[in-house]
């Protein structure tokens, strides 16, 4: 557990601290997803029941240099499966909360392939950034691939993209034709900026902050769009987002398919953030774009000859 100062815990603020002390602290919670206030009070409960769900998968503990990753994979109904896809959770959540989304892909007679990023559900470490989830999809997606698509919720669809554009310090790139990107954020400094506010980092704090993320990344923050992303892999994009999403606004989503080249945007109400996981329209509509998607890569590419 990281120490700070009572007092600061209670008011969640670091606006007291010296720029340095609060930048390493502010870096250091960011980092911990158990610290996060993202996470519900119940996540236990939450977790423990959603497991149930992972029952039939099969599992295996696969040894990285970032964390020993826990994978769930669960096969299709027929021998041979139409392609493998690889679902990826968001920033404090887990494999499990993903089974709703993931059986009806199975039953489209995909191999799905889940797993718990690092500090994760099951996976190992306590602590994690970007990087370090980026590095560790890209060796579960190598794992299990080739893949026909990955599929992602929140914050895991920047680490997704992170892993298939392989930019330093990533070992290597991740091969992806396509992305789901459900309730997915557009910048990495809008999230960084929503922490600060929510911590109360004055302008130094934040800078220090942020520059320790920079470090690790070993670019400007800046980089780190979903767009920017899209564009330097030249991954097809799905965008899926609620437009009463109170955590990651909609304009989000219209940032995303107004600037990458391809990208379609599919709207939903009613669902929010987390629900839009469960609801069956959004796995139907998924499994809809895959279906669809997939047919069209197997089709022939026929050239016209002169005569």
């Given at each position: 557990?990281?120490?700070l100062?009572k007092?600061?815990?209670?008011?969640?603020?670091l606006?007291?601290?010296?720029?340095?002390?609060?930048?390493?602290?502010?870096?250091r919670?960011?980092?911990?997803?158990e610290?996060?206030?993202y996470?519900?009070?119940?996540?236990?409960?939450?977790a423990?029941?959603?497991?149930?769900?992972?029952r039939?998968?099969n599992?295996e503990?696969?040894?990285?240099?970032?964390?020993?990753?826990?994978?769930y994979?669960?096969?299709?109904?027929?021998?041979?499966?139409?392609?493998?896809v690889l679902?990826v959770h968001?920033?404090?959540g887990?494999a499990?909360?993903?089974?709703?989304?993931a059986?009806?892909?199975?039953?489209?007679g995909?191999?799905v392939?889940?797993?718990d990023?690092p500090?994760?559900?099951?996976?190992g470490?306590?602590?994690?950034?970007l990087?370090?989830?980026a590095?560790?999809?890209?060796?579960?997606?190598?794992?299990?691939?080739?893949?026909s698509?990955?599929?992602?919720?929140s914050f895991?669809?920047?680490?997704?993209?992170?892993g298939?554009?392989?930019?330093?310090?990533?070992?290597h790139?991740?091969?992806?034709?396509?992305?789901?990107?459900?309730?997915?954020?557009?910048?990495l400094?809008e999230v960084?900026g929503?922490f600060?506010?929510?911590?109360?980092?004055?302008?130094?704090g934040?800078?220090?902050?942020?520059?320790?993320l920079e470090?690790?990344a070993?670019?400007?923050?800046?980089?780190?769009?979903?767009v920017k992303?899209?564009r330097?892999?030249?991954c097809r994009?799905f965008v899926i987002?609620?437009r009463e999403d109170?955590?990651?606004?909609?304009?989000?989503?219209e940032?995303?398919?107004s600037?990458?080249?391809?990208?379609e945007?599919m709207?939903y109400s009613?669902?929010?953030?987390?629900?839009?996981?469960?609801?069956?329209p959004?796995?139907?509509?998924?499994?809809?774009y895959?279906?669809?998607?997939?047919?069209?890569?197997?089709?022939p590419?026929y050239?016209?000859?002169a005569?």
């Amino acid at each position: 557990m990281i120490w700070l100062p009572k007092d600061i815990w209670s008011g969640q603020s670091l606006s007291g601290l010296p720029a340095g002390a609060a930048g390493d602290a502010a870096f250091r919670v960011f980092c911990t997803p158990e610290l996060s206030h993202y996470r519900a009070s119940n996540h236990p409960e939450l977790a423990a029941r959603a497991r149930f769900h992972l029952r039939r998968a099969n599992w295996e503990r696969i040894a990285t240099p970032v964390a020993d990753i826990q994978t769930y994979v669960f096969e299709p109904d027929q021998r041979e499966a139409i392609g493998n896809v690889l679902v990826v959770h968001g920033w404090t959540g887990e494999a499990s909360f993903m089974t709703a989304i993931a059986e009806p892909i199975r039953r489209a007679g995909y191999r799905v392939i889940l797993f718990d990023l690092p500090a994760h559900g099951l996976s190992g470490a306590r602590s994690t950034n970007l990087i370090a989830c980026a590095r560790a999809t890209a060796m579960i997606g190598a794992h299990f691939g080739p893949l026909s698509a990955i599929v992602a919720h929140s914050f895991g669809g920047m680490i997704s993209l992170v892993g298939v554009e392989g930019h330093p310090p990533m070992p290597h790139a991740l091969e992806a034709p396509r992305i789901v990107l459900v309730a997915s954020p557009n910048s990495l400094t809008e999230v960084t900026g929503e922490f600060a506010e929510r911590w109360r980092l004055d302008g130094k704090g934040r800078r220090a902050f942020e520059a320790r993320l920079e470090r690790i990344a070993g670019r400007s923050l800046s980089c780190f769009t979903v767009v920017k992303l899209l564009r330097a892999t030249g991954c097809r994009a799905f965008v899926i987002h609620d437009r009463e999403d109170h955590e990651v606004a909609f304009r989000c989503a219209e940032e995303i398919a107004s600037g990458a080249e391809g990208a379609e945007l599919m709207a939903y109400s009613g669902f929010g953030h987390r629900n839009i996981l469960f609801a069956p329209p959004v796995a139907r509509t998924i499994v809809s774009y895959l279906s669809r998607t997939e047919a069209k890569a197997a089709q022939p590419a026929y050239s016209v000859s002169a005569a």
